[in-house]
């Protein structure tokens, strides 16, 4: 068998040390399609099929590099001809095909389906420009095209095409695929569907185009801007586009395998992962009856055939149409739709569990939930809520469909190729076998005591922490003291996850250090986060961050004391630097709003310290860790549940009543803040603390500004304990392994293989 330098060579046509950067990179995609291609395995029994809006992906080429034990041997073999691995990492474009947590996740899933040697493939669409390319002007969020497809050769165009019917016109669905590989396992796919008409001229100002174009735009941008009619009709568009492509993909795959239909549910898996691909369960149903299932018993296949995921315990989160966009779209669907409303509410009375409501919206969870055999929340307290408050009245229909499948991650990349020193010292201490099996990272508590140990836990957090800020210097030209305790809250950017409450401490800190209360630790906070182009609130929590790091950066009786750091165009990438630096992981959401969380296991995997509140998987964090090693704070989800029942929290009086929260409140509006900030958008949010204050920043402020000085004190006067912590998290991270979660699917639900 040809070693890496002669596969390279014979690819190449030349010695590595000949060809330039960018021959070799493309060398290196074909020898990893090359060897994806030999680990593709046959499927027997059943298939899992996991459709998604989102796949976040991240680069590609250093994760399948390590998933085909590669990396080592080509890394050796090009330094040995003078070239870099870094450098060729660098060329690889990342695939634009995400937002935030749900496409991570969905991510995270194939990895490990592939890595556990299960028949799984992913299901959604090609953006052309993904969700978009994040900008700052004048300390404003500005979107620009992601045009990711340039410069990307993981895609493959097949010659396969589906006819899709969208407002009574055919469109071609072309099938494009990604191979996904496992570690030490088998290969299998990411099918995305594209439309080749779209036309990316079409795109005006930052991100604007013409939203009724649907043959130039379909496929264009992932969540486009549904502040109107034509975008709420586009998003509706793109669903079934996904679905209905997808729906005859399946079909023609398990009728391939000896499928009958009437059979489906031994071949096929359908992993409905949040409400956009919930119309998959009438488009399946219209194509069984097509192949002559009829309509009662296509129901029953698809219900023992399709699962539901629910991500999301926000109200605006469960997608609801109103019946007539529907009707425009797809009105061929509708008739379906009527038939399992009907159905839904012969099964009760209770109202509140139609499809169809007395407004004529049409509620996509619900017809997850009545027509799957399975709804999973994504963390012990999120499912909880869903069963005894949010989704009650479906678990009392139907008590056996509910389960809980706390998400996780994929210790291959966000482990072994973000944090190899980490990796490579933990294998020195306890063996290999984590990289499989991630349980046995508990081995490293022997090590608690070990205070040489520790000091080199310590060392490599240090080394990641230069490594950090060199490359912060170097890509956002901002300079961070790599000797500060760095806290880092890097999500999406929503009011529930309370950037806004780390702003306001930030405010506080800053007059505190100007009246000489000094911290125990200098502090550099980092935030990375993209807010949705119609989320207002959301791009002005930006704003507000940015303008204030610049306030604190100019006065120098604050500047070697506190820094804030606002990465631009946050993404997998970035993250996979911040992760491995972080001291101290903020997890601030409001109690019983944040369904998971995965950035959290993340930061714990890498070393941090979770300052969290009980909400999502930190409740499983704190499990898993001890109280004694994470920081916890804020309103119970119980206290914050009823608060909202009662209706009765103020935020004016929490703003008149607490000098310290109306003085922090007060500065946004502050000479300081208008030298650099809009008045407009720092007015309207002052405006939302102080009138509206949905998720309740104010009662949990003072609860996390006490936790937040806790933790720096810990980090500064006790650096054993403070240690000790960090390898306490990094020992109990294994529970939080997407393997773990996808056995789980597995056992519970899905049945593969």
């Given at each position: 068998m040809?070693?890496?330098?002669?596969?390279?060579t014979?690819?190449?046509g030349k010695s590595?040390?000949?060809a330039?950067?960018?021959?070799l990179?493309s060398a290196?995609m074909?020898?990893?399609?090359?060897q994806?291609?030999?680990?593709i395995?046959?499927?027997s029994?059943?298939?899992l099929y996991?459709i998604s809006?989102e796949?976040?992906l991240?680069?590609?080429?250093?994760?399948?590099?390590?998933n085909?034990?590669l990396?080592d041997?080509?890394k050796e073999?090009?330094?040995k001809?003078?070239?870099?691995?870094a450098?060729l990492e660098?060329?690889d474009?990342?695939?634009?095909?995400?937002n935030g947590?749900?496409?991570r996740l969905a991510?995270?899933f194939l990895?490990?389906?592939?890595t556990?040697?299960?028949?799984?493939d992913?299901v959604g669409l090609?953006y052309h420009?993904?969700l978009?390319r994040q900008?700052f002007?004048?300390?404003l969020?500005?979107e620009?095209?992601?045009?990711?497809?340039?410069?990307?050769?993981w895609v493959?165009?097949?010659?396969?095409?589906?006819?899709v019917?969208?407002a009574g016109?055919?469109y071609?669905?072309?099938l494009c695929q990604?191979?996904v590989t496992?570690y030490?396992g088998r290969?299998?796919?990411?099918?995305?569907?594209d439309?080749?008409?779209v036309d990316?001229g079409?795109?005006?100002?930052?991100?604007s185009?013409?939203?009724?174009q649907?043959?130039?735009?379909?496929t264009?941008f992932l969540y486009?801007d549904d502040?109107?009619?034509?975008?709420r009709?586009?998003?509706l568009?793109?669903?079934?586009?996904?679905?209905?492509?997808?729906?005859?993909?399946i079909?023609?795959?398990?009728?391939?395998?000896?499928?009958?239909y009437?059979d489906?549910?031994d071949y096929a898996a359908?992993q409905?992962n949040?409400?956009?691909p919930s119309?998959i369960?009438p488009?399946?149903?219209?194509?069984?009856g097509e192949?002559?299932v009829?309509?009662?018993e296509a129901?029953?296949?698809?219900?023992?055939?399709?699962a539901y995921?629910?991500h999301t315990i926000?109200s605006?989160a469960?997608?609801?149409w109103?019946?007539?966009?529907?009707y425009?779209v797809v009105?061929?669907?509708?008739?379906?739709i009527?038939?399992l409303?009907?159905?839904?509410r012969?099964?009760?009375?209770?109202a509140?569990?139609?499809?169809?409501?007395?407004?004529g919206?049409?509620?996509?969870?619900?017809m997850?939930?009545?027509f799957t055999?399975?709804t999973?929340?994504v963390a012990?307290?999120?499912?909880?809520?869903l069963?005894?408050?949010?989704?009650?009245n479906f678990?009392?229909?139907?008590?056996w469909k509910?389960?809980?499948?706390t998400n996780?991650?994929?210790?291959?990349?966000w482990l072994?190729?973000c944090n190899p020193m980490?990796?490579?010292?933990?294998?020195?201490?306890?063996?290999?076998?984590?990289?499989?099996d991630?349980?046995e990272?508990?081995?490293l508590l022997a090590?608690?005591?070990?205070?040489?140990?520790?000091q080199?836990?310590a060392?490599i957090?240090a080394?990641n922490?230069?490594?950090l800020?060199k490359?912060m210097?170097?890509?956002?030209?901002i300079?961070?003291?790599?000797?500060a305790?760095?806290a880092?809250q890097a999500?999406?950017?929503?009011e529930?996850?309370r950037q806004?409450?780390?702003?306001?401490?930030l405010i506080?800190?800053y007059?505190?250090i100007k009246?000489?209360?000094?911290?125990?630790?200098?502090l550099?906070?980092?935030?990375?986060?993209?807010?949705?182009?119609?989320?207002?609130?959301?791009k002005?929590?930006?704003?507000?961050?940015?303008?204030l790091?610049?306030?604190v950066a100019?006065?120098?009786?604050?500047?070697?004391?506190m820094?804030i750091a606002?990465?631009?165009?946050?993404n997998?990438?970035?993250?996979?630097k911040m992760?491995?630096?972080c001291?101290l992981?903020?997890?601030?959401?409001l109690?019983s709003?944040?369904?998971?969380?995965?950035g959290?296991m993340?930061f714990?995997l890498?070393g941090?310290?979770?300052?969290?509140?009980?909400?999502?998987?930190n409740?499983?964090i704190a499990?898993?860790?001890?109280?004694?090693?994470?920081?916890?704070?804020?309103?119970?989800s119980d206290q914050v549940i009823r608060?909202y029942?009662a209706?009765?929290y103020?935020?004016?009086?929490?703003?008149?009543g607490?000098?310290?929260?109306?003085?922090?409140?007060d500065?946004?509006?502050?000479d300081?803040m208008?030298?650099y900030g809009s008045?407009?958008?720092l007015?309207?949010l002052k405006n939302?603390?102080i009138y509206k204050?949905?998720f309740q920043?104010?009662p949990?402020?003072n609860?996390?500004?006490i936790?937040k000085?806790?933790?720096?004190t810990?980090?500064?006067v006790n650096p054993?304990?403070?240690?000790?912590m960090?390898?306490?998290?990094i020992?109990?991270?294994?529970?939080?392994?997407a393997?773990r979660t996808?056995a789980?699917?597995?056992?519970?639900i899905?049945?593969l293989g």
């Open positions: 040809m070693n890496v330098e002669q596969r390279l014979g690819i190449l590595i040390s000949e330039d950067d960018r021959q990179y290196l074909q020898l990893v399609q090359d994806a291609g030999e680990q395995r046959p499927v029994g059943r298939k996991y809006a796949f976040l991240g680069k590609l080429l250093s994760n399948n590099l390590i085909l034990n990396y041997e080509v073999c090009l330094e001809s003078g070239k870099s691995l450098a660098e060329i474009s990342e695939p634009s095909l995400g947590g749900l496409g991510a995270c990895d490990s389906l592939a556990l040697n299960l028949p799984g992913g090609l420009c993904g978009f900008k002007e004048n300390e969020q500005h620009k095209p992601d045009f990711w497809l340039d410069n990307n050769g493959k165009r097949t010659d396969k095409a589906y006819p019917m969208l016109r055919q071609a669905a072309r990604i191979a496992g030490n290969t299998n796919q990411l099918n995305l569907f439309l080749e008409s990316e079409i795109i005006g100002d930052g991100i185009f013409p939203k009724d649907i043959e130039k735009n379909l264009l486009p502040s109107d009619d034509a975008g009709l586009l998003r568009y793109q669903q079934y586009f996904m679905v209905s492509a997808g729906a005859q993909m079909l023609e795959e398990c009728a391939a395998r000896g499928c009958n009437h489906l549910a359908i409905i949040d409400t956009h119309m369960i488009e399946l149903i219209r194509l069984l192949k002559g009829g309509f009662d129901v029953e296949i698809v219900t023992n055939t399709c995921t629910n926000l605006e469960l997608e609801k109103p019946a007539g966009s529907l425009r009105p061929h669907l509708m008739p379906i009527d038939r409303n009907q159905i839904a012969s099964r009760s009375s209770d509140s569990t139609a499809i169809i409501d007395g407004n919206t049409v509620h996509m969870a619900h997850d939930i009545h055999h399975s999973n929340g012990y307290l999120h499912t909880e809520i069963k005894n408050s949010e989704l009650a678990n009392r229909l139907y008590p509910f389960n809980n499948k996780g991650v994929t210790f291959r990349r072994m190729a980490l990796t490579k010292e933990i294998e020195s201490r306890i063996g290999p076998g984590f990289k499989k991630a349980d990272l508990k081995n090590l608690q005591e070990d205070e040489a140990a520790l080199r836990f060392d957090k080394a922490k230069r490594a800020a490359w210097l170097e890509t956002q030209g300079e961070i003291n790599p000797d305790m760095f880092i999500k999406r950017l929503h529930y996850k806004q409450m780390n702003l306001l401490f506080h800190q007059f505190e009246a000489g209360h000094l911290p125990p630790v200098p550099v906070s980092i935030f990375g986060a993209k807010a949705a182009p119609a989320y207002t609130i959301a002005d929590i930006i704003h507000a961050l940015r303008v790091s610049r306030v100019e006065d120098p009786a604050v500047s070697p004391w820094q606002f990465v631009e165009n946050y997998v990438s970035a993250a996979e992760f491995p630096a001291d992981s903020e997890q601030i959401s109690a709003k944040e369904a998971s969380g995965t959290n993340k714990m890498n941090a310290v979770t300052l969290g509140t009980m909400d999502g998987a409740v499983e499990q898993q860790v001890g109280g004694e090693n994470i920081y916890i704070f804020g309103q119970s608060r029942a209706g009765d103020c935020a004016r009086e929490w703003y008149e607490d000098p310290n929260i109306r003085r922090a409140i500065f946004l509006l502050s300081e208008l030298r008045r407009e958008n007015e309207r939302e603390l204050d949905w920043t104010l949990d402020f609860a996390y500004t936790r000085l806790q933790a720096m810990d980090y500064a054993v304990k403070w240690r000790r960090c390898l306490v998290n020992a109990n991270a294994g529970f939080f392994s393997d996808i789980e699917y597995n056992r519970d899905w049945q």
